[in-house]
């Protein structure tokens, strides 16, 4: 059986690739990349896959029995993207679709879910059957501007008091391989999303509490912090979406307390602590 993962080259698809070569022989994986160079390291087949270029969607398909298709990175482009390599697995013959959506898709307030709600509705169109892996947000989302808050002096957003059910890109790369590599998961919609639910508050303090300085959660109105955003170099369109997901997410749009990423890969998410601890190792040797 070939699993093919699109985006491979991708943090997130790196990852899955890397812990399914653990489980599947690599004869039976294939990375589809846009430039297969940049998958030499990967040690599987690489072949060429541009979302935007239909016909090399369906070479690279070819003999290909299970999809993961990772969500492209191009916000508002990402669902005529996925209708692409959706049509292709569907000529291509391909038997299964694992799709990485978002938390709550069909309800969620962030501005996000619209194109995963488009693709959920082309892989329903499509007869392929399918499995929807809903992530919630990446915990290195907020990890990754540790440094910017260290040097700043105050962690900065705007979710209030919202609670965020995050996980590390590796709890969710685990839970797309447990599905892709065992039986029962077609037709399944999964809620992924950490256990311990955090507030910015709550990070900021665990920021302070192991880095040794005090640096406290400041709540911005919207447009101010998009504009902080934009003054640290972020593009004007995407701080505002930034900004606007935080809002969705005081509303409690990146809640969820089921468990299901955990009971998937059968261990207890990676604890806010520990993800803040890693991302300060990364601060202090950059």
């Given at each position: 059986m070939k699993i093919a993962v699109t985006g491979a080259t991708g943090q997130l698809g790196r990852l899955v690739v890397g812990k399914l070569k653990q489980k599947v022989a690599q004869d039976n994986l294939v990375a589809l990349v846009r430039s297969p160079q940049k998958a030499a390291d990967l040690g599987v087949e690489a072949r060429e896959a541009d979302y935007t270029q239909p016909d090399t969607l369906a070479r690279a398909l070819q003999g290909v029995d299970t999809l993961l298709l990772i969500s492209s990175s191009e916000v508002g482009q990402r669902a005529a993207q996925h209708a692409n390599v959706i049509e292709a697995a569907r000529t291509a013959g391909v038997k299964w679709i694992v799709y990485t959506s978002i938390l709550h898709a069909d309800?969620?307030?962030?501005?996000?879910?619209?194109?995963?709600?488009?693709?959920?509705?082309?892989?329903?169109?499509?007869?392929?059957?399918?499995t929807l892996l809903r992530n919630g947000w990446y915990t290195e989302n907020y990890t990754g501007s540790?440094?910017?808050?260290?040097?700043?002096?105050?962690?900065?957003?705007?979710?209030?008091?919202?609670?965020?059910?995050?996980?590390?890109?590796?709890?969710?790369?685990?839970?797309?391989?447990?599905?892709?590599?065992?039986?029962?998961?077609?037709?399944?919609?999964?809620?992924?999303?950490?256990?311990?639910?955090?507030?910015?508050?709550?990070?900021?303090?665990?920021?302070?509490?192991?880095?040794?300085?005090?640096?406290?959660?400041?709540?911005?109105?919207?447009?101010?912090?998009?504009?902080?955003?934009?003054?640290?170099?972020?593009?004007?369109?995407?701080?505002?979406?930034?900004?606007?997901?935080?809002?969705?997410?005081?509303?409690?749009?990146?809640?969820?307390?089921?468990?299901?990423?955990?009971?998937?890969?059968?261990?207890?998410?990676?604890?806010?602590?520990?993800?803040?601890?890693?991302?300060?190792?990364?601060v202090q040797q950059g």
């Open positions: 309800t969620s307030e962030i501005s996000l879910a619209d194109e995963h709600r488009a693709t959920e509705a082309a892989l329903q169109a499509s007869g392929i059957p399918y540790i440094g910017g808050a260290l040097a700043g002096g105050a962690f900065i957003g705007s979710a209030g008091d919202g609670k965020i059910s995050a996980a590390t890109r590796d709890d969710f790369a685990e839970a797309a391989v447990a599905v892709l590599t065992s039986d029962g998961h077609q037709g399944k919609t999964y809620e992924l999303a950490g256990d311990e639910a955090f507030t910015l508050t709550e990070l900021a303090a665990e920021i302070s509490r192991q880095s040794g300085k005090d640096v406290p959660y400041k709540n911005l109105p919207p447009a101010e912090y998009a504009a902080a955003l934009a003054s640290f170099g972020v593009p004007e369109g995407f701080a505002h979406g930034i900004a606007s997901w935080d809002v969705a997410a005081s509303h409690g749009a990146l809640f969820d307390d089921s468990r299901q990423l955990s009971q998937l890969i059968g261990r207890p998410t990676t604890p806010l602590s520990e993800a803040v601890a890693q991302a300060l190792k990364g």
